[in-house]
């Protein structure tokens, strides 16, 4: 392999470097006590409390591998706390998540587990020093329905506050969403395993046909090949300004047990557009940490990405630490961010059209009794069928911050429409909002059903600032007119 430089627009300029290095070395050094060395060097300079959830997750690794070794230093009984709790909030995520696997594959879905959880299903000895607070699950287009059900009817709840009809409805559009529940349970539930930048319709079949069976917590599960670890594990985080790094630690993992099949790999580097991010990974390794691919795989890389054109240098940008970002590194690399970002948005299909209605002007009359403000209200439905025109007004109380208002309207487990609009001003105060849009009734149904939606959804919702800037806001229903169409 050709020399690499530390000097931009080089491969080496983009790795670890500083405390984020040595905590990798630490971990990852074949040289125990090169690597001890590393861990004492690193606690002797830095407040384990002062330091990001990124150091924390290699500490636990580090804290794994020397147990008692590192004993000798002021720092060690909050390590071996700090290992405790990240095990045990892990421990915690995997016991929530098991029933809901189990009820996946009981009813048909295969699921495969990938990135922290598929290494844990490979070794569950890892988990101690793995953190895995959230399990990445991927199953099938046409399992996902099914999956989905099974968290719905469980009661996980959906991060981003939008009601399980419209996320139903929608399934088929999106990529992946997040669902947690109770105090740890935290589970993503992709249909693809790369996001919209990175696709191959061809590749996303052949993951399902390399993957080797497991058992996680005894459950029965897909991982994927190790080819397909390594390139999953730089697809997520290697373009990600090492928000977290355990990723590098599960990419040498997978090569020193040695079973990687590297032409599957270079196929899939070269399919999903990811050769500067596994470059810059995998010479990091080689050269920094001692744990390489073979020669031939590396030049190979190389030789992919040093003609990849101006969209290397957006790659490295993307690849460096966000602790090592100048002023000019930072804008260039928000801006390469962002236009990886409108790649990644594409969806897949969408179906039905997902636009909300925006609110529009309305009359600010005031109800001559005050009447108590809900979070749900019936709209009766008229005895016609055929597509209606609705229009809705409603008087809702907006707290004083800058925010999105979120609504609903749904029929039983049918999602009809999504409401929204915002309030910039942080005066808060009533505001009367009101809605127009097209609905069809059947002339059968009884009823719609219009709800407020939190615009981001929280585990517990005791902090009242939490509330005021996302919580769903109650509301009075002044108004609900169908007419027909003009």
Request: aromatic content about 6%; some cysteine.
């Amino acid at each position: 392999m050709r020399a690499i430089s530390r000097r931009f627009p080089d491969y080496g300029w983009p790795w670890p470097t500083g405390g984020l290095d040595q905590l990798l070395k630490a971990a990852l050094l074949a040289d125990d006590d090169a690597a001890a060395g590393c861990a004492m060097e690193w606690l002797s300079a830095n407040d384990i409390d002062l330091v990001s959830f990124r150091e924390h997750r290699l500490l636990a690794a580090i804290c794994d591998r020397f147990g008692r070794k590192l004993a000798g230093h002021s720092a060690y009984p909050r390590l071996v706390g700090l290992q405790k709790m990240l095990w045990t909030k892990s421990r915690m995520a995997m016991r929530e998540a098991e029933p809901a696997l189990q009820a996946m594959t009981d009813a048909g879905c295969l699921v495969m587990l990938i990135k922290g959880a598929s290494r844990i299903a490979l070794d569950a000895s890892a988990q101690r020093g793995r953190v895995a607070h959230d399990i990445d699950i991927l199953v099938r287009p046409q399992d996902m329905g099914t999956a989905f059900d099974v968290l719905r009817d469980r009661d996980w709840q959906i991060a981003t506050g939008v009601s399980p009809q419209y996320l139903r409805t929608r399934l088929a559009s999106l990529r992946s969403m997040n669902f947690f529940k109770g105090n740890y349970g935290d589970i993503d539930l992709h249909q693809l395993a790369y996001d919209g930048s990175q696709q191959s319709d061809e590749d996303d079949q052949a993951i399902w046909r390399r993957a080797a069976a497991a058992e996680f917590s005894g459950v029965g599960v897909l991982v994927p090949s190790p080819a397909d670890r390594i390139a999953l594990a730089i697809a997520h985080g290697g373009l990600d300004a090492h928000t977290h790094s355990d990723w590098l630690v599960d990419c040498a993992v997978a090569i020193r047990v040695g079973d990687v099949d590297w032409d599957v790999f270079l196929d899939v580097v070269a399919r999903r557009g990811l050769a500067v991010a596994a470059a810059v990974a995998l010479s990091y390794l080689a050269l920094e940490i001692g744990v390489a691919a073979p020669d031939r795989v590396l030049a190979r890389l190389l030789e992919m990405a040093d003609r990849t054109g101006l969209s290397r240098w957006s790659a490295m940008l993307q690849a460096k630490p966000r602790t090592d970002f100048g002023r000019l590194v930072w804008l260039s690399r928000g801006f390469a961010k962002q236009l990886r970002l409108r790649r990644k948005s594409g969806r897949l299909r969408q179906e039905p059209p997902a636009r909300a209605w925006r609110d529009g002007p309305a009359r600010r009359e005031q109800p001559e009794v005050p009447s108590p403000l809900v979070f749900s209200q019936t709209i009766p439905c008229p005895p016609t069928a055929g597509e209606m025109m609705l229009d809705i007004t409603v008087r809702i109380s907006v707290p004083p911050v800058r925010r999105r208002i979120e609504m609903e309207i749904n029929r039983d487990d049918d999602h009809v429409a999504r409401l929204r609009a915002m309030a910039i001003s942080r005066s808060g105060g009533e505001r009367v909002l009101r809605f127009r849009g097209k609905v069809t009734v059947d002339g059968r149904q009884h009823a719609l059903t219009l709800e407020a939606r939190p615009s981001r959804q929280f585990r517990q919702w005791d902090d009242q600032a939490t509330v005021a800037a996302y919580g769903a806001l109650p509301f009075h229903l002044v108004s609900a007119t169908f007419s027909p169409l003009r």
